[in-house]
């Protein structure tokens, strides 16, 4: 045991010493080549002014601000695009999850259907297929389609009534020119919503389906014999037990959607992965541009998993009870 | 009369069985008679299958113009590859398809299958690359389309899977050192977006590698792939291993086998069937993420029909049609994996 306890020792020992000489070797080289080429390092750039523009910014943003302001701004249109995302795929993952299960052929048929298609093609074609249809097949501004009362949709995106303050609403309505009026969804933001909705909802459909299919068939048929009814049956019994296995792939789906809204740089939709990729090619800092990128998307998985571990002790609190 | 009753009770089962379930049936078929005329009129009866652009713009959109892939399908398949040399990335295309599929359906035996994929894969580079045997040099930078897409899915798939076993062993190794890395590795690989991983491949490698020791962009990107998948795998892998219970090992070192030996013949081969269908998906998740590679300026599928069809006037305003082409080319290979996965988790 003694002999073992120190070759162990002795292992990781070398291991730790050809980790730092890879390490420094690295280093070195690096160092090198940046001398070599001119670049410089530091993330002393993120004070200085940005020098460009971002198409749209839920925080206020010129392109005087620091650039280290325009990365926020990202990570702000990061999470405006993700949360309802979020929201809408958990809500339509649920629906479609559930109607994979009903008794109804044609219900369970297109439920299947849309899972396996939207599963089987790449996020990616999808959204660059959603923004061609919103920015080329929609009519333009002038003759934008009427969805609902003050909800229009064109070319230009979606402009829907939004709170002006106490019980007033900003109304869009038709101009001279198109649109004006309201809260407009920009056809960038429009298209990474509903593909990144679309897509994960697939994804929640199916975590829904396998977590009350793993609900022992006697917990049903034991909830019938007590005479409860079908929406009683779900509510009380099988949606309980199911939720203890469908919060932690939900949660990792959901965290999944957040990551995937990087693809917002292929429709130019300015996500933090867009801002960085603009800072990056302007100021050369990649190695500093990939590390925040990462950083910041860490932070959020650590964030998240904090998140799933609460939730998971609720419901599983939550279960207890019921 | 009998299969009368016979239909009378399938419909009151799959179609009526309560209120809820037929108001459902009523409304979706009154949606199918909504929806689906108008579908497949702009589908097939006003589309436009010639390559013809004029025809296609005066029919406006009413129908769809499946003319733009019946003009392009060579770009969009094969990407900037030299055009009279095509015939290259075709057979290597058919060949790499034909020893992926056999391998799927288990048409041979182990030791030819080996040899086949030890064949099929120098052949494949061979073909595209050129350069020996009396074929002119294509340089990686041509090539492009669905040979592509293929050689980064099918190379990322077979050599993250080593690493990613090799990963999974050594978080369960009796060095903390060891463990800790390789925990490192898999969470902040896991931790962040492909899209950075391929940033750090194409920008980054070329700075932290010796100088003149420049390697091509493919095998940087490809190399961010393997090492983004490896992640995903490894973690599969490590639940496989877990599954195995811990009668297997007491039984191996009851036979006298050490503990490699009882991970390479006991062990391994049990963990790594238990979790098989984990294994697809996750190929089906590489072979769907190499669409993004697009974003670091090559030209696989998604890559090669944006190239194919953004310089040109006549054609840009089809998108559409190309979009739902190569997603129909991307289904068919999600769709025959997850079949594939599905058969062996019958067991069949």
């Not at chain 1, 509903?194 to 299919?213: D, K, W």
């Amino acid at each position: 045991m003694q002999g073992r306890r120190g070759r162990d020792l002795a292992l990781q020992a070398l291991l730790a010493a050809a980790l730092l000489a890879a390490l420094w070797w690295l280093l070195d080289v690096t160092a090198a080549n940046m001398a070599e080429r001119g670049i410089r390092s530091g993330f002393d750039f993120l004070k200085e002014p940005a020098g460009f523009a971002i198409g749209e910014s839920l925080l206020p943003f010129d392109a005087a601000d620091s650039t280290l302001w325009a990365l926020a701004a990202g990570l702000a249109n990061t999470l405006r695009v993700a949360l309802p995302a979020i929201i809408i795929s958990t809500l339509l993952g649920t629906l479609i999850g559930l109607g994979r299960l009903s008794p109804n052929l044609l219900l369970r048929g297109l439920c299947t259907a849309y899972v396996e298609t939207l599963r089987n093609v790449p996020l990616l074609l999808q959204l660059l297929a959603w923004y061609f249809v919103v920015t080329d097949l929609l009519p333009l501004a002038s003759e934008a389609l009427q969805l609902a009362p003050h909800v229009f949709l064109s070319k230009s995106g979606l402009s829907v009534p939004w709170p002006a303050g106490g019980a007033l609403f900003d109304l869009p309505l038709r101009g001279e020119m198109g649109i004006a009026g309201g809260a407009a969804l920009t056809p960038e933001f429009l298209a990474l919503l509903l593909g990144l909705s679309l897509y994960t909802a697939a994804y929640v459909a199916e975590t829904v389906r396998a977590g009350i299919q793993s609900v022992p068939r006697g917990q049903s048929d034991a909830g019938r014999a007590l005479g409860l009814t079908r929406v009683q049956l779900f509510r009380l019994v099988l949606l309980p037990q199911a939720l203890r296995s469908i919060i932690p792939p939900l949660t990792n789906q959901q965290l999944s959607l957040t990551k995937n809204a990087s693809l917002a740089v292929a429709i130019g939709y300015p996500d933090l992965v867009s801002v960085a990729n603009t800072t990056l090619n302007q100021t050369g800092r990649a190695a500093e541009c990939i590390a925040l990128i990462m950083a910041v998307y860490l932070i959020l998985s650590l964030l998240t998993a904090w998140l799933s571990a609460w939730l998971e002790r609720r419901t599983g609190r939550w279960a207890q009870r019921s | 009369m009998n299969h009368v009753t016979a239909t009378h009770a399938w419909l009151r089962r799959n179609l009526f069985s309560d209120a809820f379930s037929g108001l459902t049936t009523l409304l979706l078929l009154a949606g199918a008679f909504c929806w689906l005329p108008g579908l497949i009129d702009w589908m097939l009866l006003q589309a436009v299958f010639e390559p013809d652009a004029a025809a296609c713009h005066a029919v406006n959109h009413a129908g769809a113009c499946w003319g733009v892939v019946a003009d392009k399908y060579r770009f969009i398949l094969f990407g900037r590859y030299p055009y009279a040399e095509q015939w290259r990335p075709l057979l290597a295309t058919a060949m790499l398809l034909l020893v992926i599929a056999t391998s799927g359906l288990r048409l041979m035996s182990r030791a030819p299958l080996l040899a086949a994929w030890a064949l099929a894969l120098p052949a494949f580079l061979i073909l595209m690359g050129g350069g020996i045997v009396g074929l002119s040099p294509v340089g990686s930078d041509q090539w492009g389309g669905l040979p592509l897409t293929l050689l980064l899915a099918t190379m990322g798939m077979l050599l993250a899977l080593p690493l990613a076993i090799l990963v999974a062993l050594g978080r369960q190794s009796g060095l903390p050192l060891l463990r800790g890395l390789c925990m490192l590795y898999v969470e902040l690989v896991r931790g962040v977006p492909l899209i950075s991983v391929l940033f750090l491949a194409s920008f980054l490698f070329p700075i932290i590698l010796p100088q003149g020791f420049s390697i091509d962009v493919l095998l940087r990107v490809q190399a961010g792939i393997v090492l983004f998948a490896a992640a995903y795998l490894s973690e599969t892998i490590r639940g496989g291993l877990q599954a195995v219970s811990g009668g297997q090992h007491d039984a191996a070192a009851a036979l006298g086998l050490d503990r490699w030996q009882a991970m390479r013949w006991i062990i391994l081969p049990q963990a790594l069937r238990a979790v098989i269908p984990s294994i697809m998906n996750s190929a089906v998740s590489v072979f769907k993420d190499t669409s993004l590679v697009t974003v670091v300026s090559l030209y696989e599928l998604t890559g090669s029909l944006a190239l194919a069809l953004a310089g040109d006037a006549e054609w840009r305003s089809f998108y559409l049609e190309g979009y739902l082409f190569i997603g129909l080319i991307y289904w068919i290979g999600c769709y025959a994996m997850s079949c594939f996965s599905r058969t062996l988790e019958s067991g069949k």
